[in-house]
């Protein structure tokens, strides 16, 4: 897990990771936008087999809103829209605002995100001067607290807030939104993701910290797999049959779940269908 630091695309991320680690052989599992920091899942050598079998559905991030104008890009990197001054919105209408953009709702992504439009990212299309209007899509932020607010010039209002989502959603559309809302426009200024899936900054360390590592994997695959999946544990013959990519009785587990031999190690990730537990990622081969 790495804490992305801002400015750095989630490629430019692998490549220095990949000079670190001394091995090409590693991908990772979503990016972050080059202004964001915060976790940014990698796999490394075996681990990224894991990486498509991931499900990090569930992301929490810290931001800061600036309400008082809007942007092309709806974050600071991009070119100031015409906005309202915020000095006359009230704490209840921040609240009000912040409340009807929690729960389920339908969003429209940024226009600089990358979603595809005819075969295209919209970022480029954006980029290179097209008006993109892109879909609502129905997402869930299940957490949209304020944290503090206060006023770096008179007509503008910021305000920190804590996001818990589902994938797919996108805090600079949330911060369009709400200024959009309360009539003065609005844009990220600041985005730290905190947590994806069961990953979290407690287990990421910086570009820097990791260079320092003798080993710069923050988290072993047996931890990783543990984390991230449900777990069934068999003794040593049935991990045997597995790590030579054998079936095994089903257990009544929804997968994709790791299976752990006696030594408390990780043999392969199952899904169980017609009627057995089948191998879909093989992670320590027997013999």
């Known amino acids: ?4 630091p801002a400015g750095m695309t989630s490629h430019d991320v692998v490549g220095r990771m990949r000079r670190i680690a001394g091995t090409r052989k590693i991908g990772h599992a979503g990016t972050l936008d080059p202004m964001a920091t915060g976790v940014l899942v990698l796999g490394v050598e075996r681990a990224t087999k894991l990486l498509g079998h991931l499900t990090l559905t569930a992301k929490t991030y810290v931001a ?3 309400l008082g104008y809007a942007t092309v890009t709806d974050d600071a990197e991009g070119d100031r829209l015409d906005g309202a001054s915020a000095a006359a919105v009230t704490p209840a209408e921040v609240t009000t605002g912040i409340a009807a953009l929690t729960g389920t709702i339908d969003q429209v992504p940024s226009s600089v995100s990358a979603v595809k439009v005819a075969g295209r990212r919209a970022y480029d299309r954006v980029r290179s001067g097209e008006e993109v209007e892109l879909k609502s899509r129905r ?10 607010d206060r006023r770096p010039e008179p007509d503008l209002l910021d305000l920190d807030v804590i996001v818990d989502c589902s994938s797919g959603t996108y805090i600079r559309a949330l911060a369009r939104d709400l200024g959009r809302a309360l009539g003065t426009g609005g844009h990220l200024t600041a985005l730290r993701r905190t947590r994806v899936g069961p990953f979290s900054l407690a287990q990421a360390r910086t570009l820097d910290q990791l260079a320092e590592e003798e080993d710069p994997v923050t988290l072993d695959l047996d931890s990783a797999v543990d984390a991230a ?11 045997t049959v597995l790590g030579h990519g054998g079936r095994l009785p ?5 997968g994709p779940y790791g299976v752990f031999g006696p030594d408390g190690r990780v043999v392969a ?3 169980e269908r017609d009627g057995a537990a089948r191998p879909e990622v093989v992670l320590r081969p027997s013999g």
């Open 1 to 4: 897990m790495v804490d992305k």
């Open 64 to 66: 800061t809103i600036r």
């Open 139 to 148: 997402v869930t932020v299940s957490r949209f607290d304020l944290l503090a």
């Open 229 to 239: 999946f449900p777990r069934r544990d068999v003794d040593a013959p049935t991990a």
């Open 250 to 254: 089903t257990a009544g587990l929804t």
């Open 269 to 271: 990730l199952v899904v």
